[in-house]
């Protein structure tokens, strides 16, 4: 029924209820788990906050996030340094998020760009099965303002998505 399931995480307790799942899963099919973290690239080096940012850069108002030179608030710059230390430490994340699987097979990568993208391409690409990931349990106001990965995900994605809430009890 699974032979390739996708486990996207990003370190947080909510990716993290999510690991076991994957992974009794993955047992009970003999599948391989298919480890991915995304380093979010939408929004560095912007000096507002991308709680306030839409996936195209645009702010509340509509406006596009574009500086005008001065360093002030809003502008744009190039942070290849800072990416690549997030890749770093993405690259850290799966390689032991794959060791916790145990006899478990896994893939790991590590990719950049809009996460929800990323993890629905990933998947069309990697002829996954399933999708297994954490959610924070945010609502209202924090949900609609933050956005929330794992519903675009379960909203774009081909495959089934599995949602494991960070408190859930195993």
Do not use: C, W
């Not at 099919?29 to 973290?37: D, I, K, Y």
């Not at 430490?89 to 996460?115: C, I, K």
């Amino acid at each position: 029924m699974y032979d390739n399931i996708l486990y996207p995480t990003d370190g947080s307790t909510g990716s993290d209820a999510a690991a076991e799942h994957a992974r009794l899963l993955a047992s009970t099919f003999g599948a391989t788990v298919h480890v991915l973290h995304v380093v979010d690239t939408r929004h560095t080096g912007i000096g507002v906050s991308g709680a306030f940012l839409s996936d195209d850069g645009s702010g509340l108002s509509g406006k596009t996030d574009e500086g005008d030179g001065s360093g002030t608030v809003g502008e744009r710059r190039d942070f290849d340094e800072e990416d690549d230390a997030q890749a770093g430490r993405g690259a850290e994340l799966v390689e032991e998020a794959a060791a916790a699987f145990g006899d478990v097979e896994t893939v790991t990568a590590v990719e950049s760009g809009n996460p929800h993208s990323v993890i629905v391409d990933y998947a069309d690409a990697n002829d996954v099965d399933l999708i297994v990931m954490g959610t924070h349990g945010r609502t209202g106001v924090d949900r609609y303002l933050l956005g929330s990965v794992t519903e675009k995900v379960v909203r774009l994605a081909d495959p089934p998505v599995m949602t494991v809430r960070a408190d859930a009890d195993g």
